[in-house]
Nanobody, 118 residues
Framework: VQLQASGGGLVQAGGSLRLSCKVSRSILSTFIGLDIDWHRQAPGKERELVAGSTSGRRTVYADSVKGRFTISRDNNKKTVYLQMNNVEPEDTAVYYC??????????WGQGTLVTVSS
């Protein structure tokens, strides 16, 4: 399983951005069984969970992004999205997507940088 995050960039506060996490080297049934999360790490801060999507389609969000961010999955494209609306300068960070299989194996992709200007 390989993960490729994309979609980061520079956006003004109050704007929107959509991140994508493409999962490759996995068959569809494997993808469907994965729990996939988005994490972020801001300069000088610890990495934190932003949003998660379980294989059962349950979602979870950090309190700081509830109501602004939405995680979704497209099984046909084997891609997970993070729609970021009404972004704030505090959302500036490197965003990573991660996957966890039913057996507990974890996979990390490279990050994509999101910079929010005030």
């Amino acid at each position: 399983v390989q993960l490729q995050a994309s979609g980061g960039g520079l956006v003004q506060a109050g704007g929107s951005l959509r991140l994508s996490c493409k999962v490759s080297r996995s068959i569809l049934s494997t993808f469907i069984g994965l729990d996939i999360d988005w994490h972020r790490q801001a300069p000088g801060k610890e990495r934190e969970l932003v949003a998660g999507s379980t294989s059962g389609r349950r979602t979870v969000y950090a309190d700081s992004v509830k109501g602004r961010f939405t995680i979704s999955r497209d099984n046909n494209k084997k891609t997970v999205y993070l729609q970021m609306n009404n972004v704030e300068p505090e959302d500036t960070a490197v965003y990573y997507c991660t996957a966890r299989s039913p057996s507990g194996a974890e996979f990390w992709g490279q990050g994509t940088l999101v910079t929010v200007s005030s």
